[in-house]
């Protein structure tokens, strides 16, 4: 009886694992599945960023990222399907990992951490890293310190007494403890809450891309006389589309399809007409 036991336990074993092998034989690629569902779902964060996502005032998604997720759609020969359930952009990675969206395109850097629970493509922008600082706020660390002579400004700016503020859920959090270990971190939920603080002189600094800090400059011009840009030189902020550890031919398909909209002017002409207009420059103040 045992050794019949033992036969019938090792004949279950050997079936479970060429049916989990069959199964695998038989899975559909990522491709095969978006084209037989006839649509692709794009994760996107659930608020507007321009010039990368936003709605125009006919209440249209325009922007960098949305024409390139039309474009994509149009490529494979499929709909388009917006997913912007995601309130931070770590949930926009989340989405992906979890399968409820195809892919993200988003505003999202390729972080290390993140590349743990999605793949990322090839980069298709590089938006440089800033600085907002309170000029205020600013002289008062100057002067409350004996020695600043030569001193660079983050120099100035990694100490404890220095608070600065970055949003969570975002890559710059990293950013932040990697380029001022010693500067104390504020976590805000949004830009507006973060802008607000540094505003009121709770925060030194803010730390966030040019995108943001360029709608900034935009929308209030005189807000100079109290804030001033700073541009972080060391590490630029790549930015990339987001898709499923287990989707390794879509990897490949969306890598081939940025090299080819990169070398036919399509991906330049999309970043002129929204990233890189004059009236978005930004410099050092």
Do not use: C
């Not at 499929?78 to 505003?107: K, P």
């Not at 990694?158 to 710059?172: E, Q």
Request: proline fraction near 3%; glycine fraction near 8%; avoid cysteine.
């Amino acid at each position: 009886m045992r050794t019949d036991l033992r036969l019938r336990l090792w004949l279950s074993i050997i079936f479970l694992m060429f049916g989990q092998v069959a199964a695998g034989a038989t899975g559909i690629s990522a491709l095969d599945r978006i084209r037989q569902h006839g649509t692709i779902t794009v994760a996107m964060f659930a608020e507007d960023v321009p010039p990368f996502f936003y709605e125009d005032e006919r209440g249209d998604l325009v922007g960098i990222d949305p024409s390139l997720a039309r474009d994509i759609a149009a490529k494979l020969g499929v709909d388009l399907v917006y997913n912007r359930v995601a309130r931070t952009f770590d949930d926009v990675i989340e989405e992906v990992a979890a399968g409820r969206a195809d892919i993200a395109i988003s505003l999202l850097s390729d972080t290390l951490e993140r590349a743990m629970r999605v793949s990322f493509s090839r980069s298709y922008v590089s938006v440089r890293q800033f600085m907002l600082i309170n000029r205020l706020e600013l002289a008062r660390i100057i002067s409350a310190r004996r020695t600043v002579d030569g001193a660079s400004m983050p120099a100035l700016l990694n100490s404890p007494s220095a608070r600065i503020g970055v949003i969570g859920g975002t890559s710059y959090v990293g950013f932040l403890k990697e380029d001022f270990p010693e500067a104390t971190a504020v976590e805000f939920d949004d830009w507006s809450t973060m802008l607000g603080a540094i505003k009121s002189g709770q925060i030194v600094a803010l730390m966030y891309d040019e995108i943001e800090i360029g709608n900034w400059r935009l929308e209030d011009s005189a807000g100079s006389l109290e804030l001033r840009p700073l541009q972080l030189v060391g590490h630029p902020d790549t930015i990339a589309i987001a898709l499923g550890r287990n989707d390794p031919d879509l990897k490949i398909w969306i890598d081939l399809y940025l090299s080819k909209i990169e070398g036919s002017g399509f991906l330049r002409s999309i970043l002129d007409t929204y990233l890189y207009s004059t009236d978005r420059m930004l410099a050092n103040d």
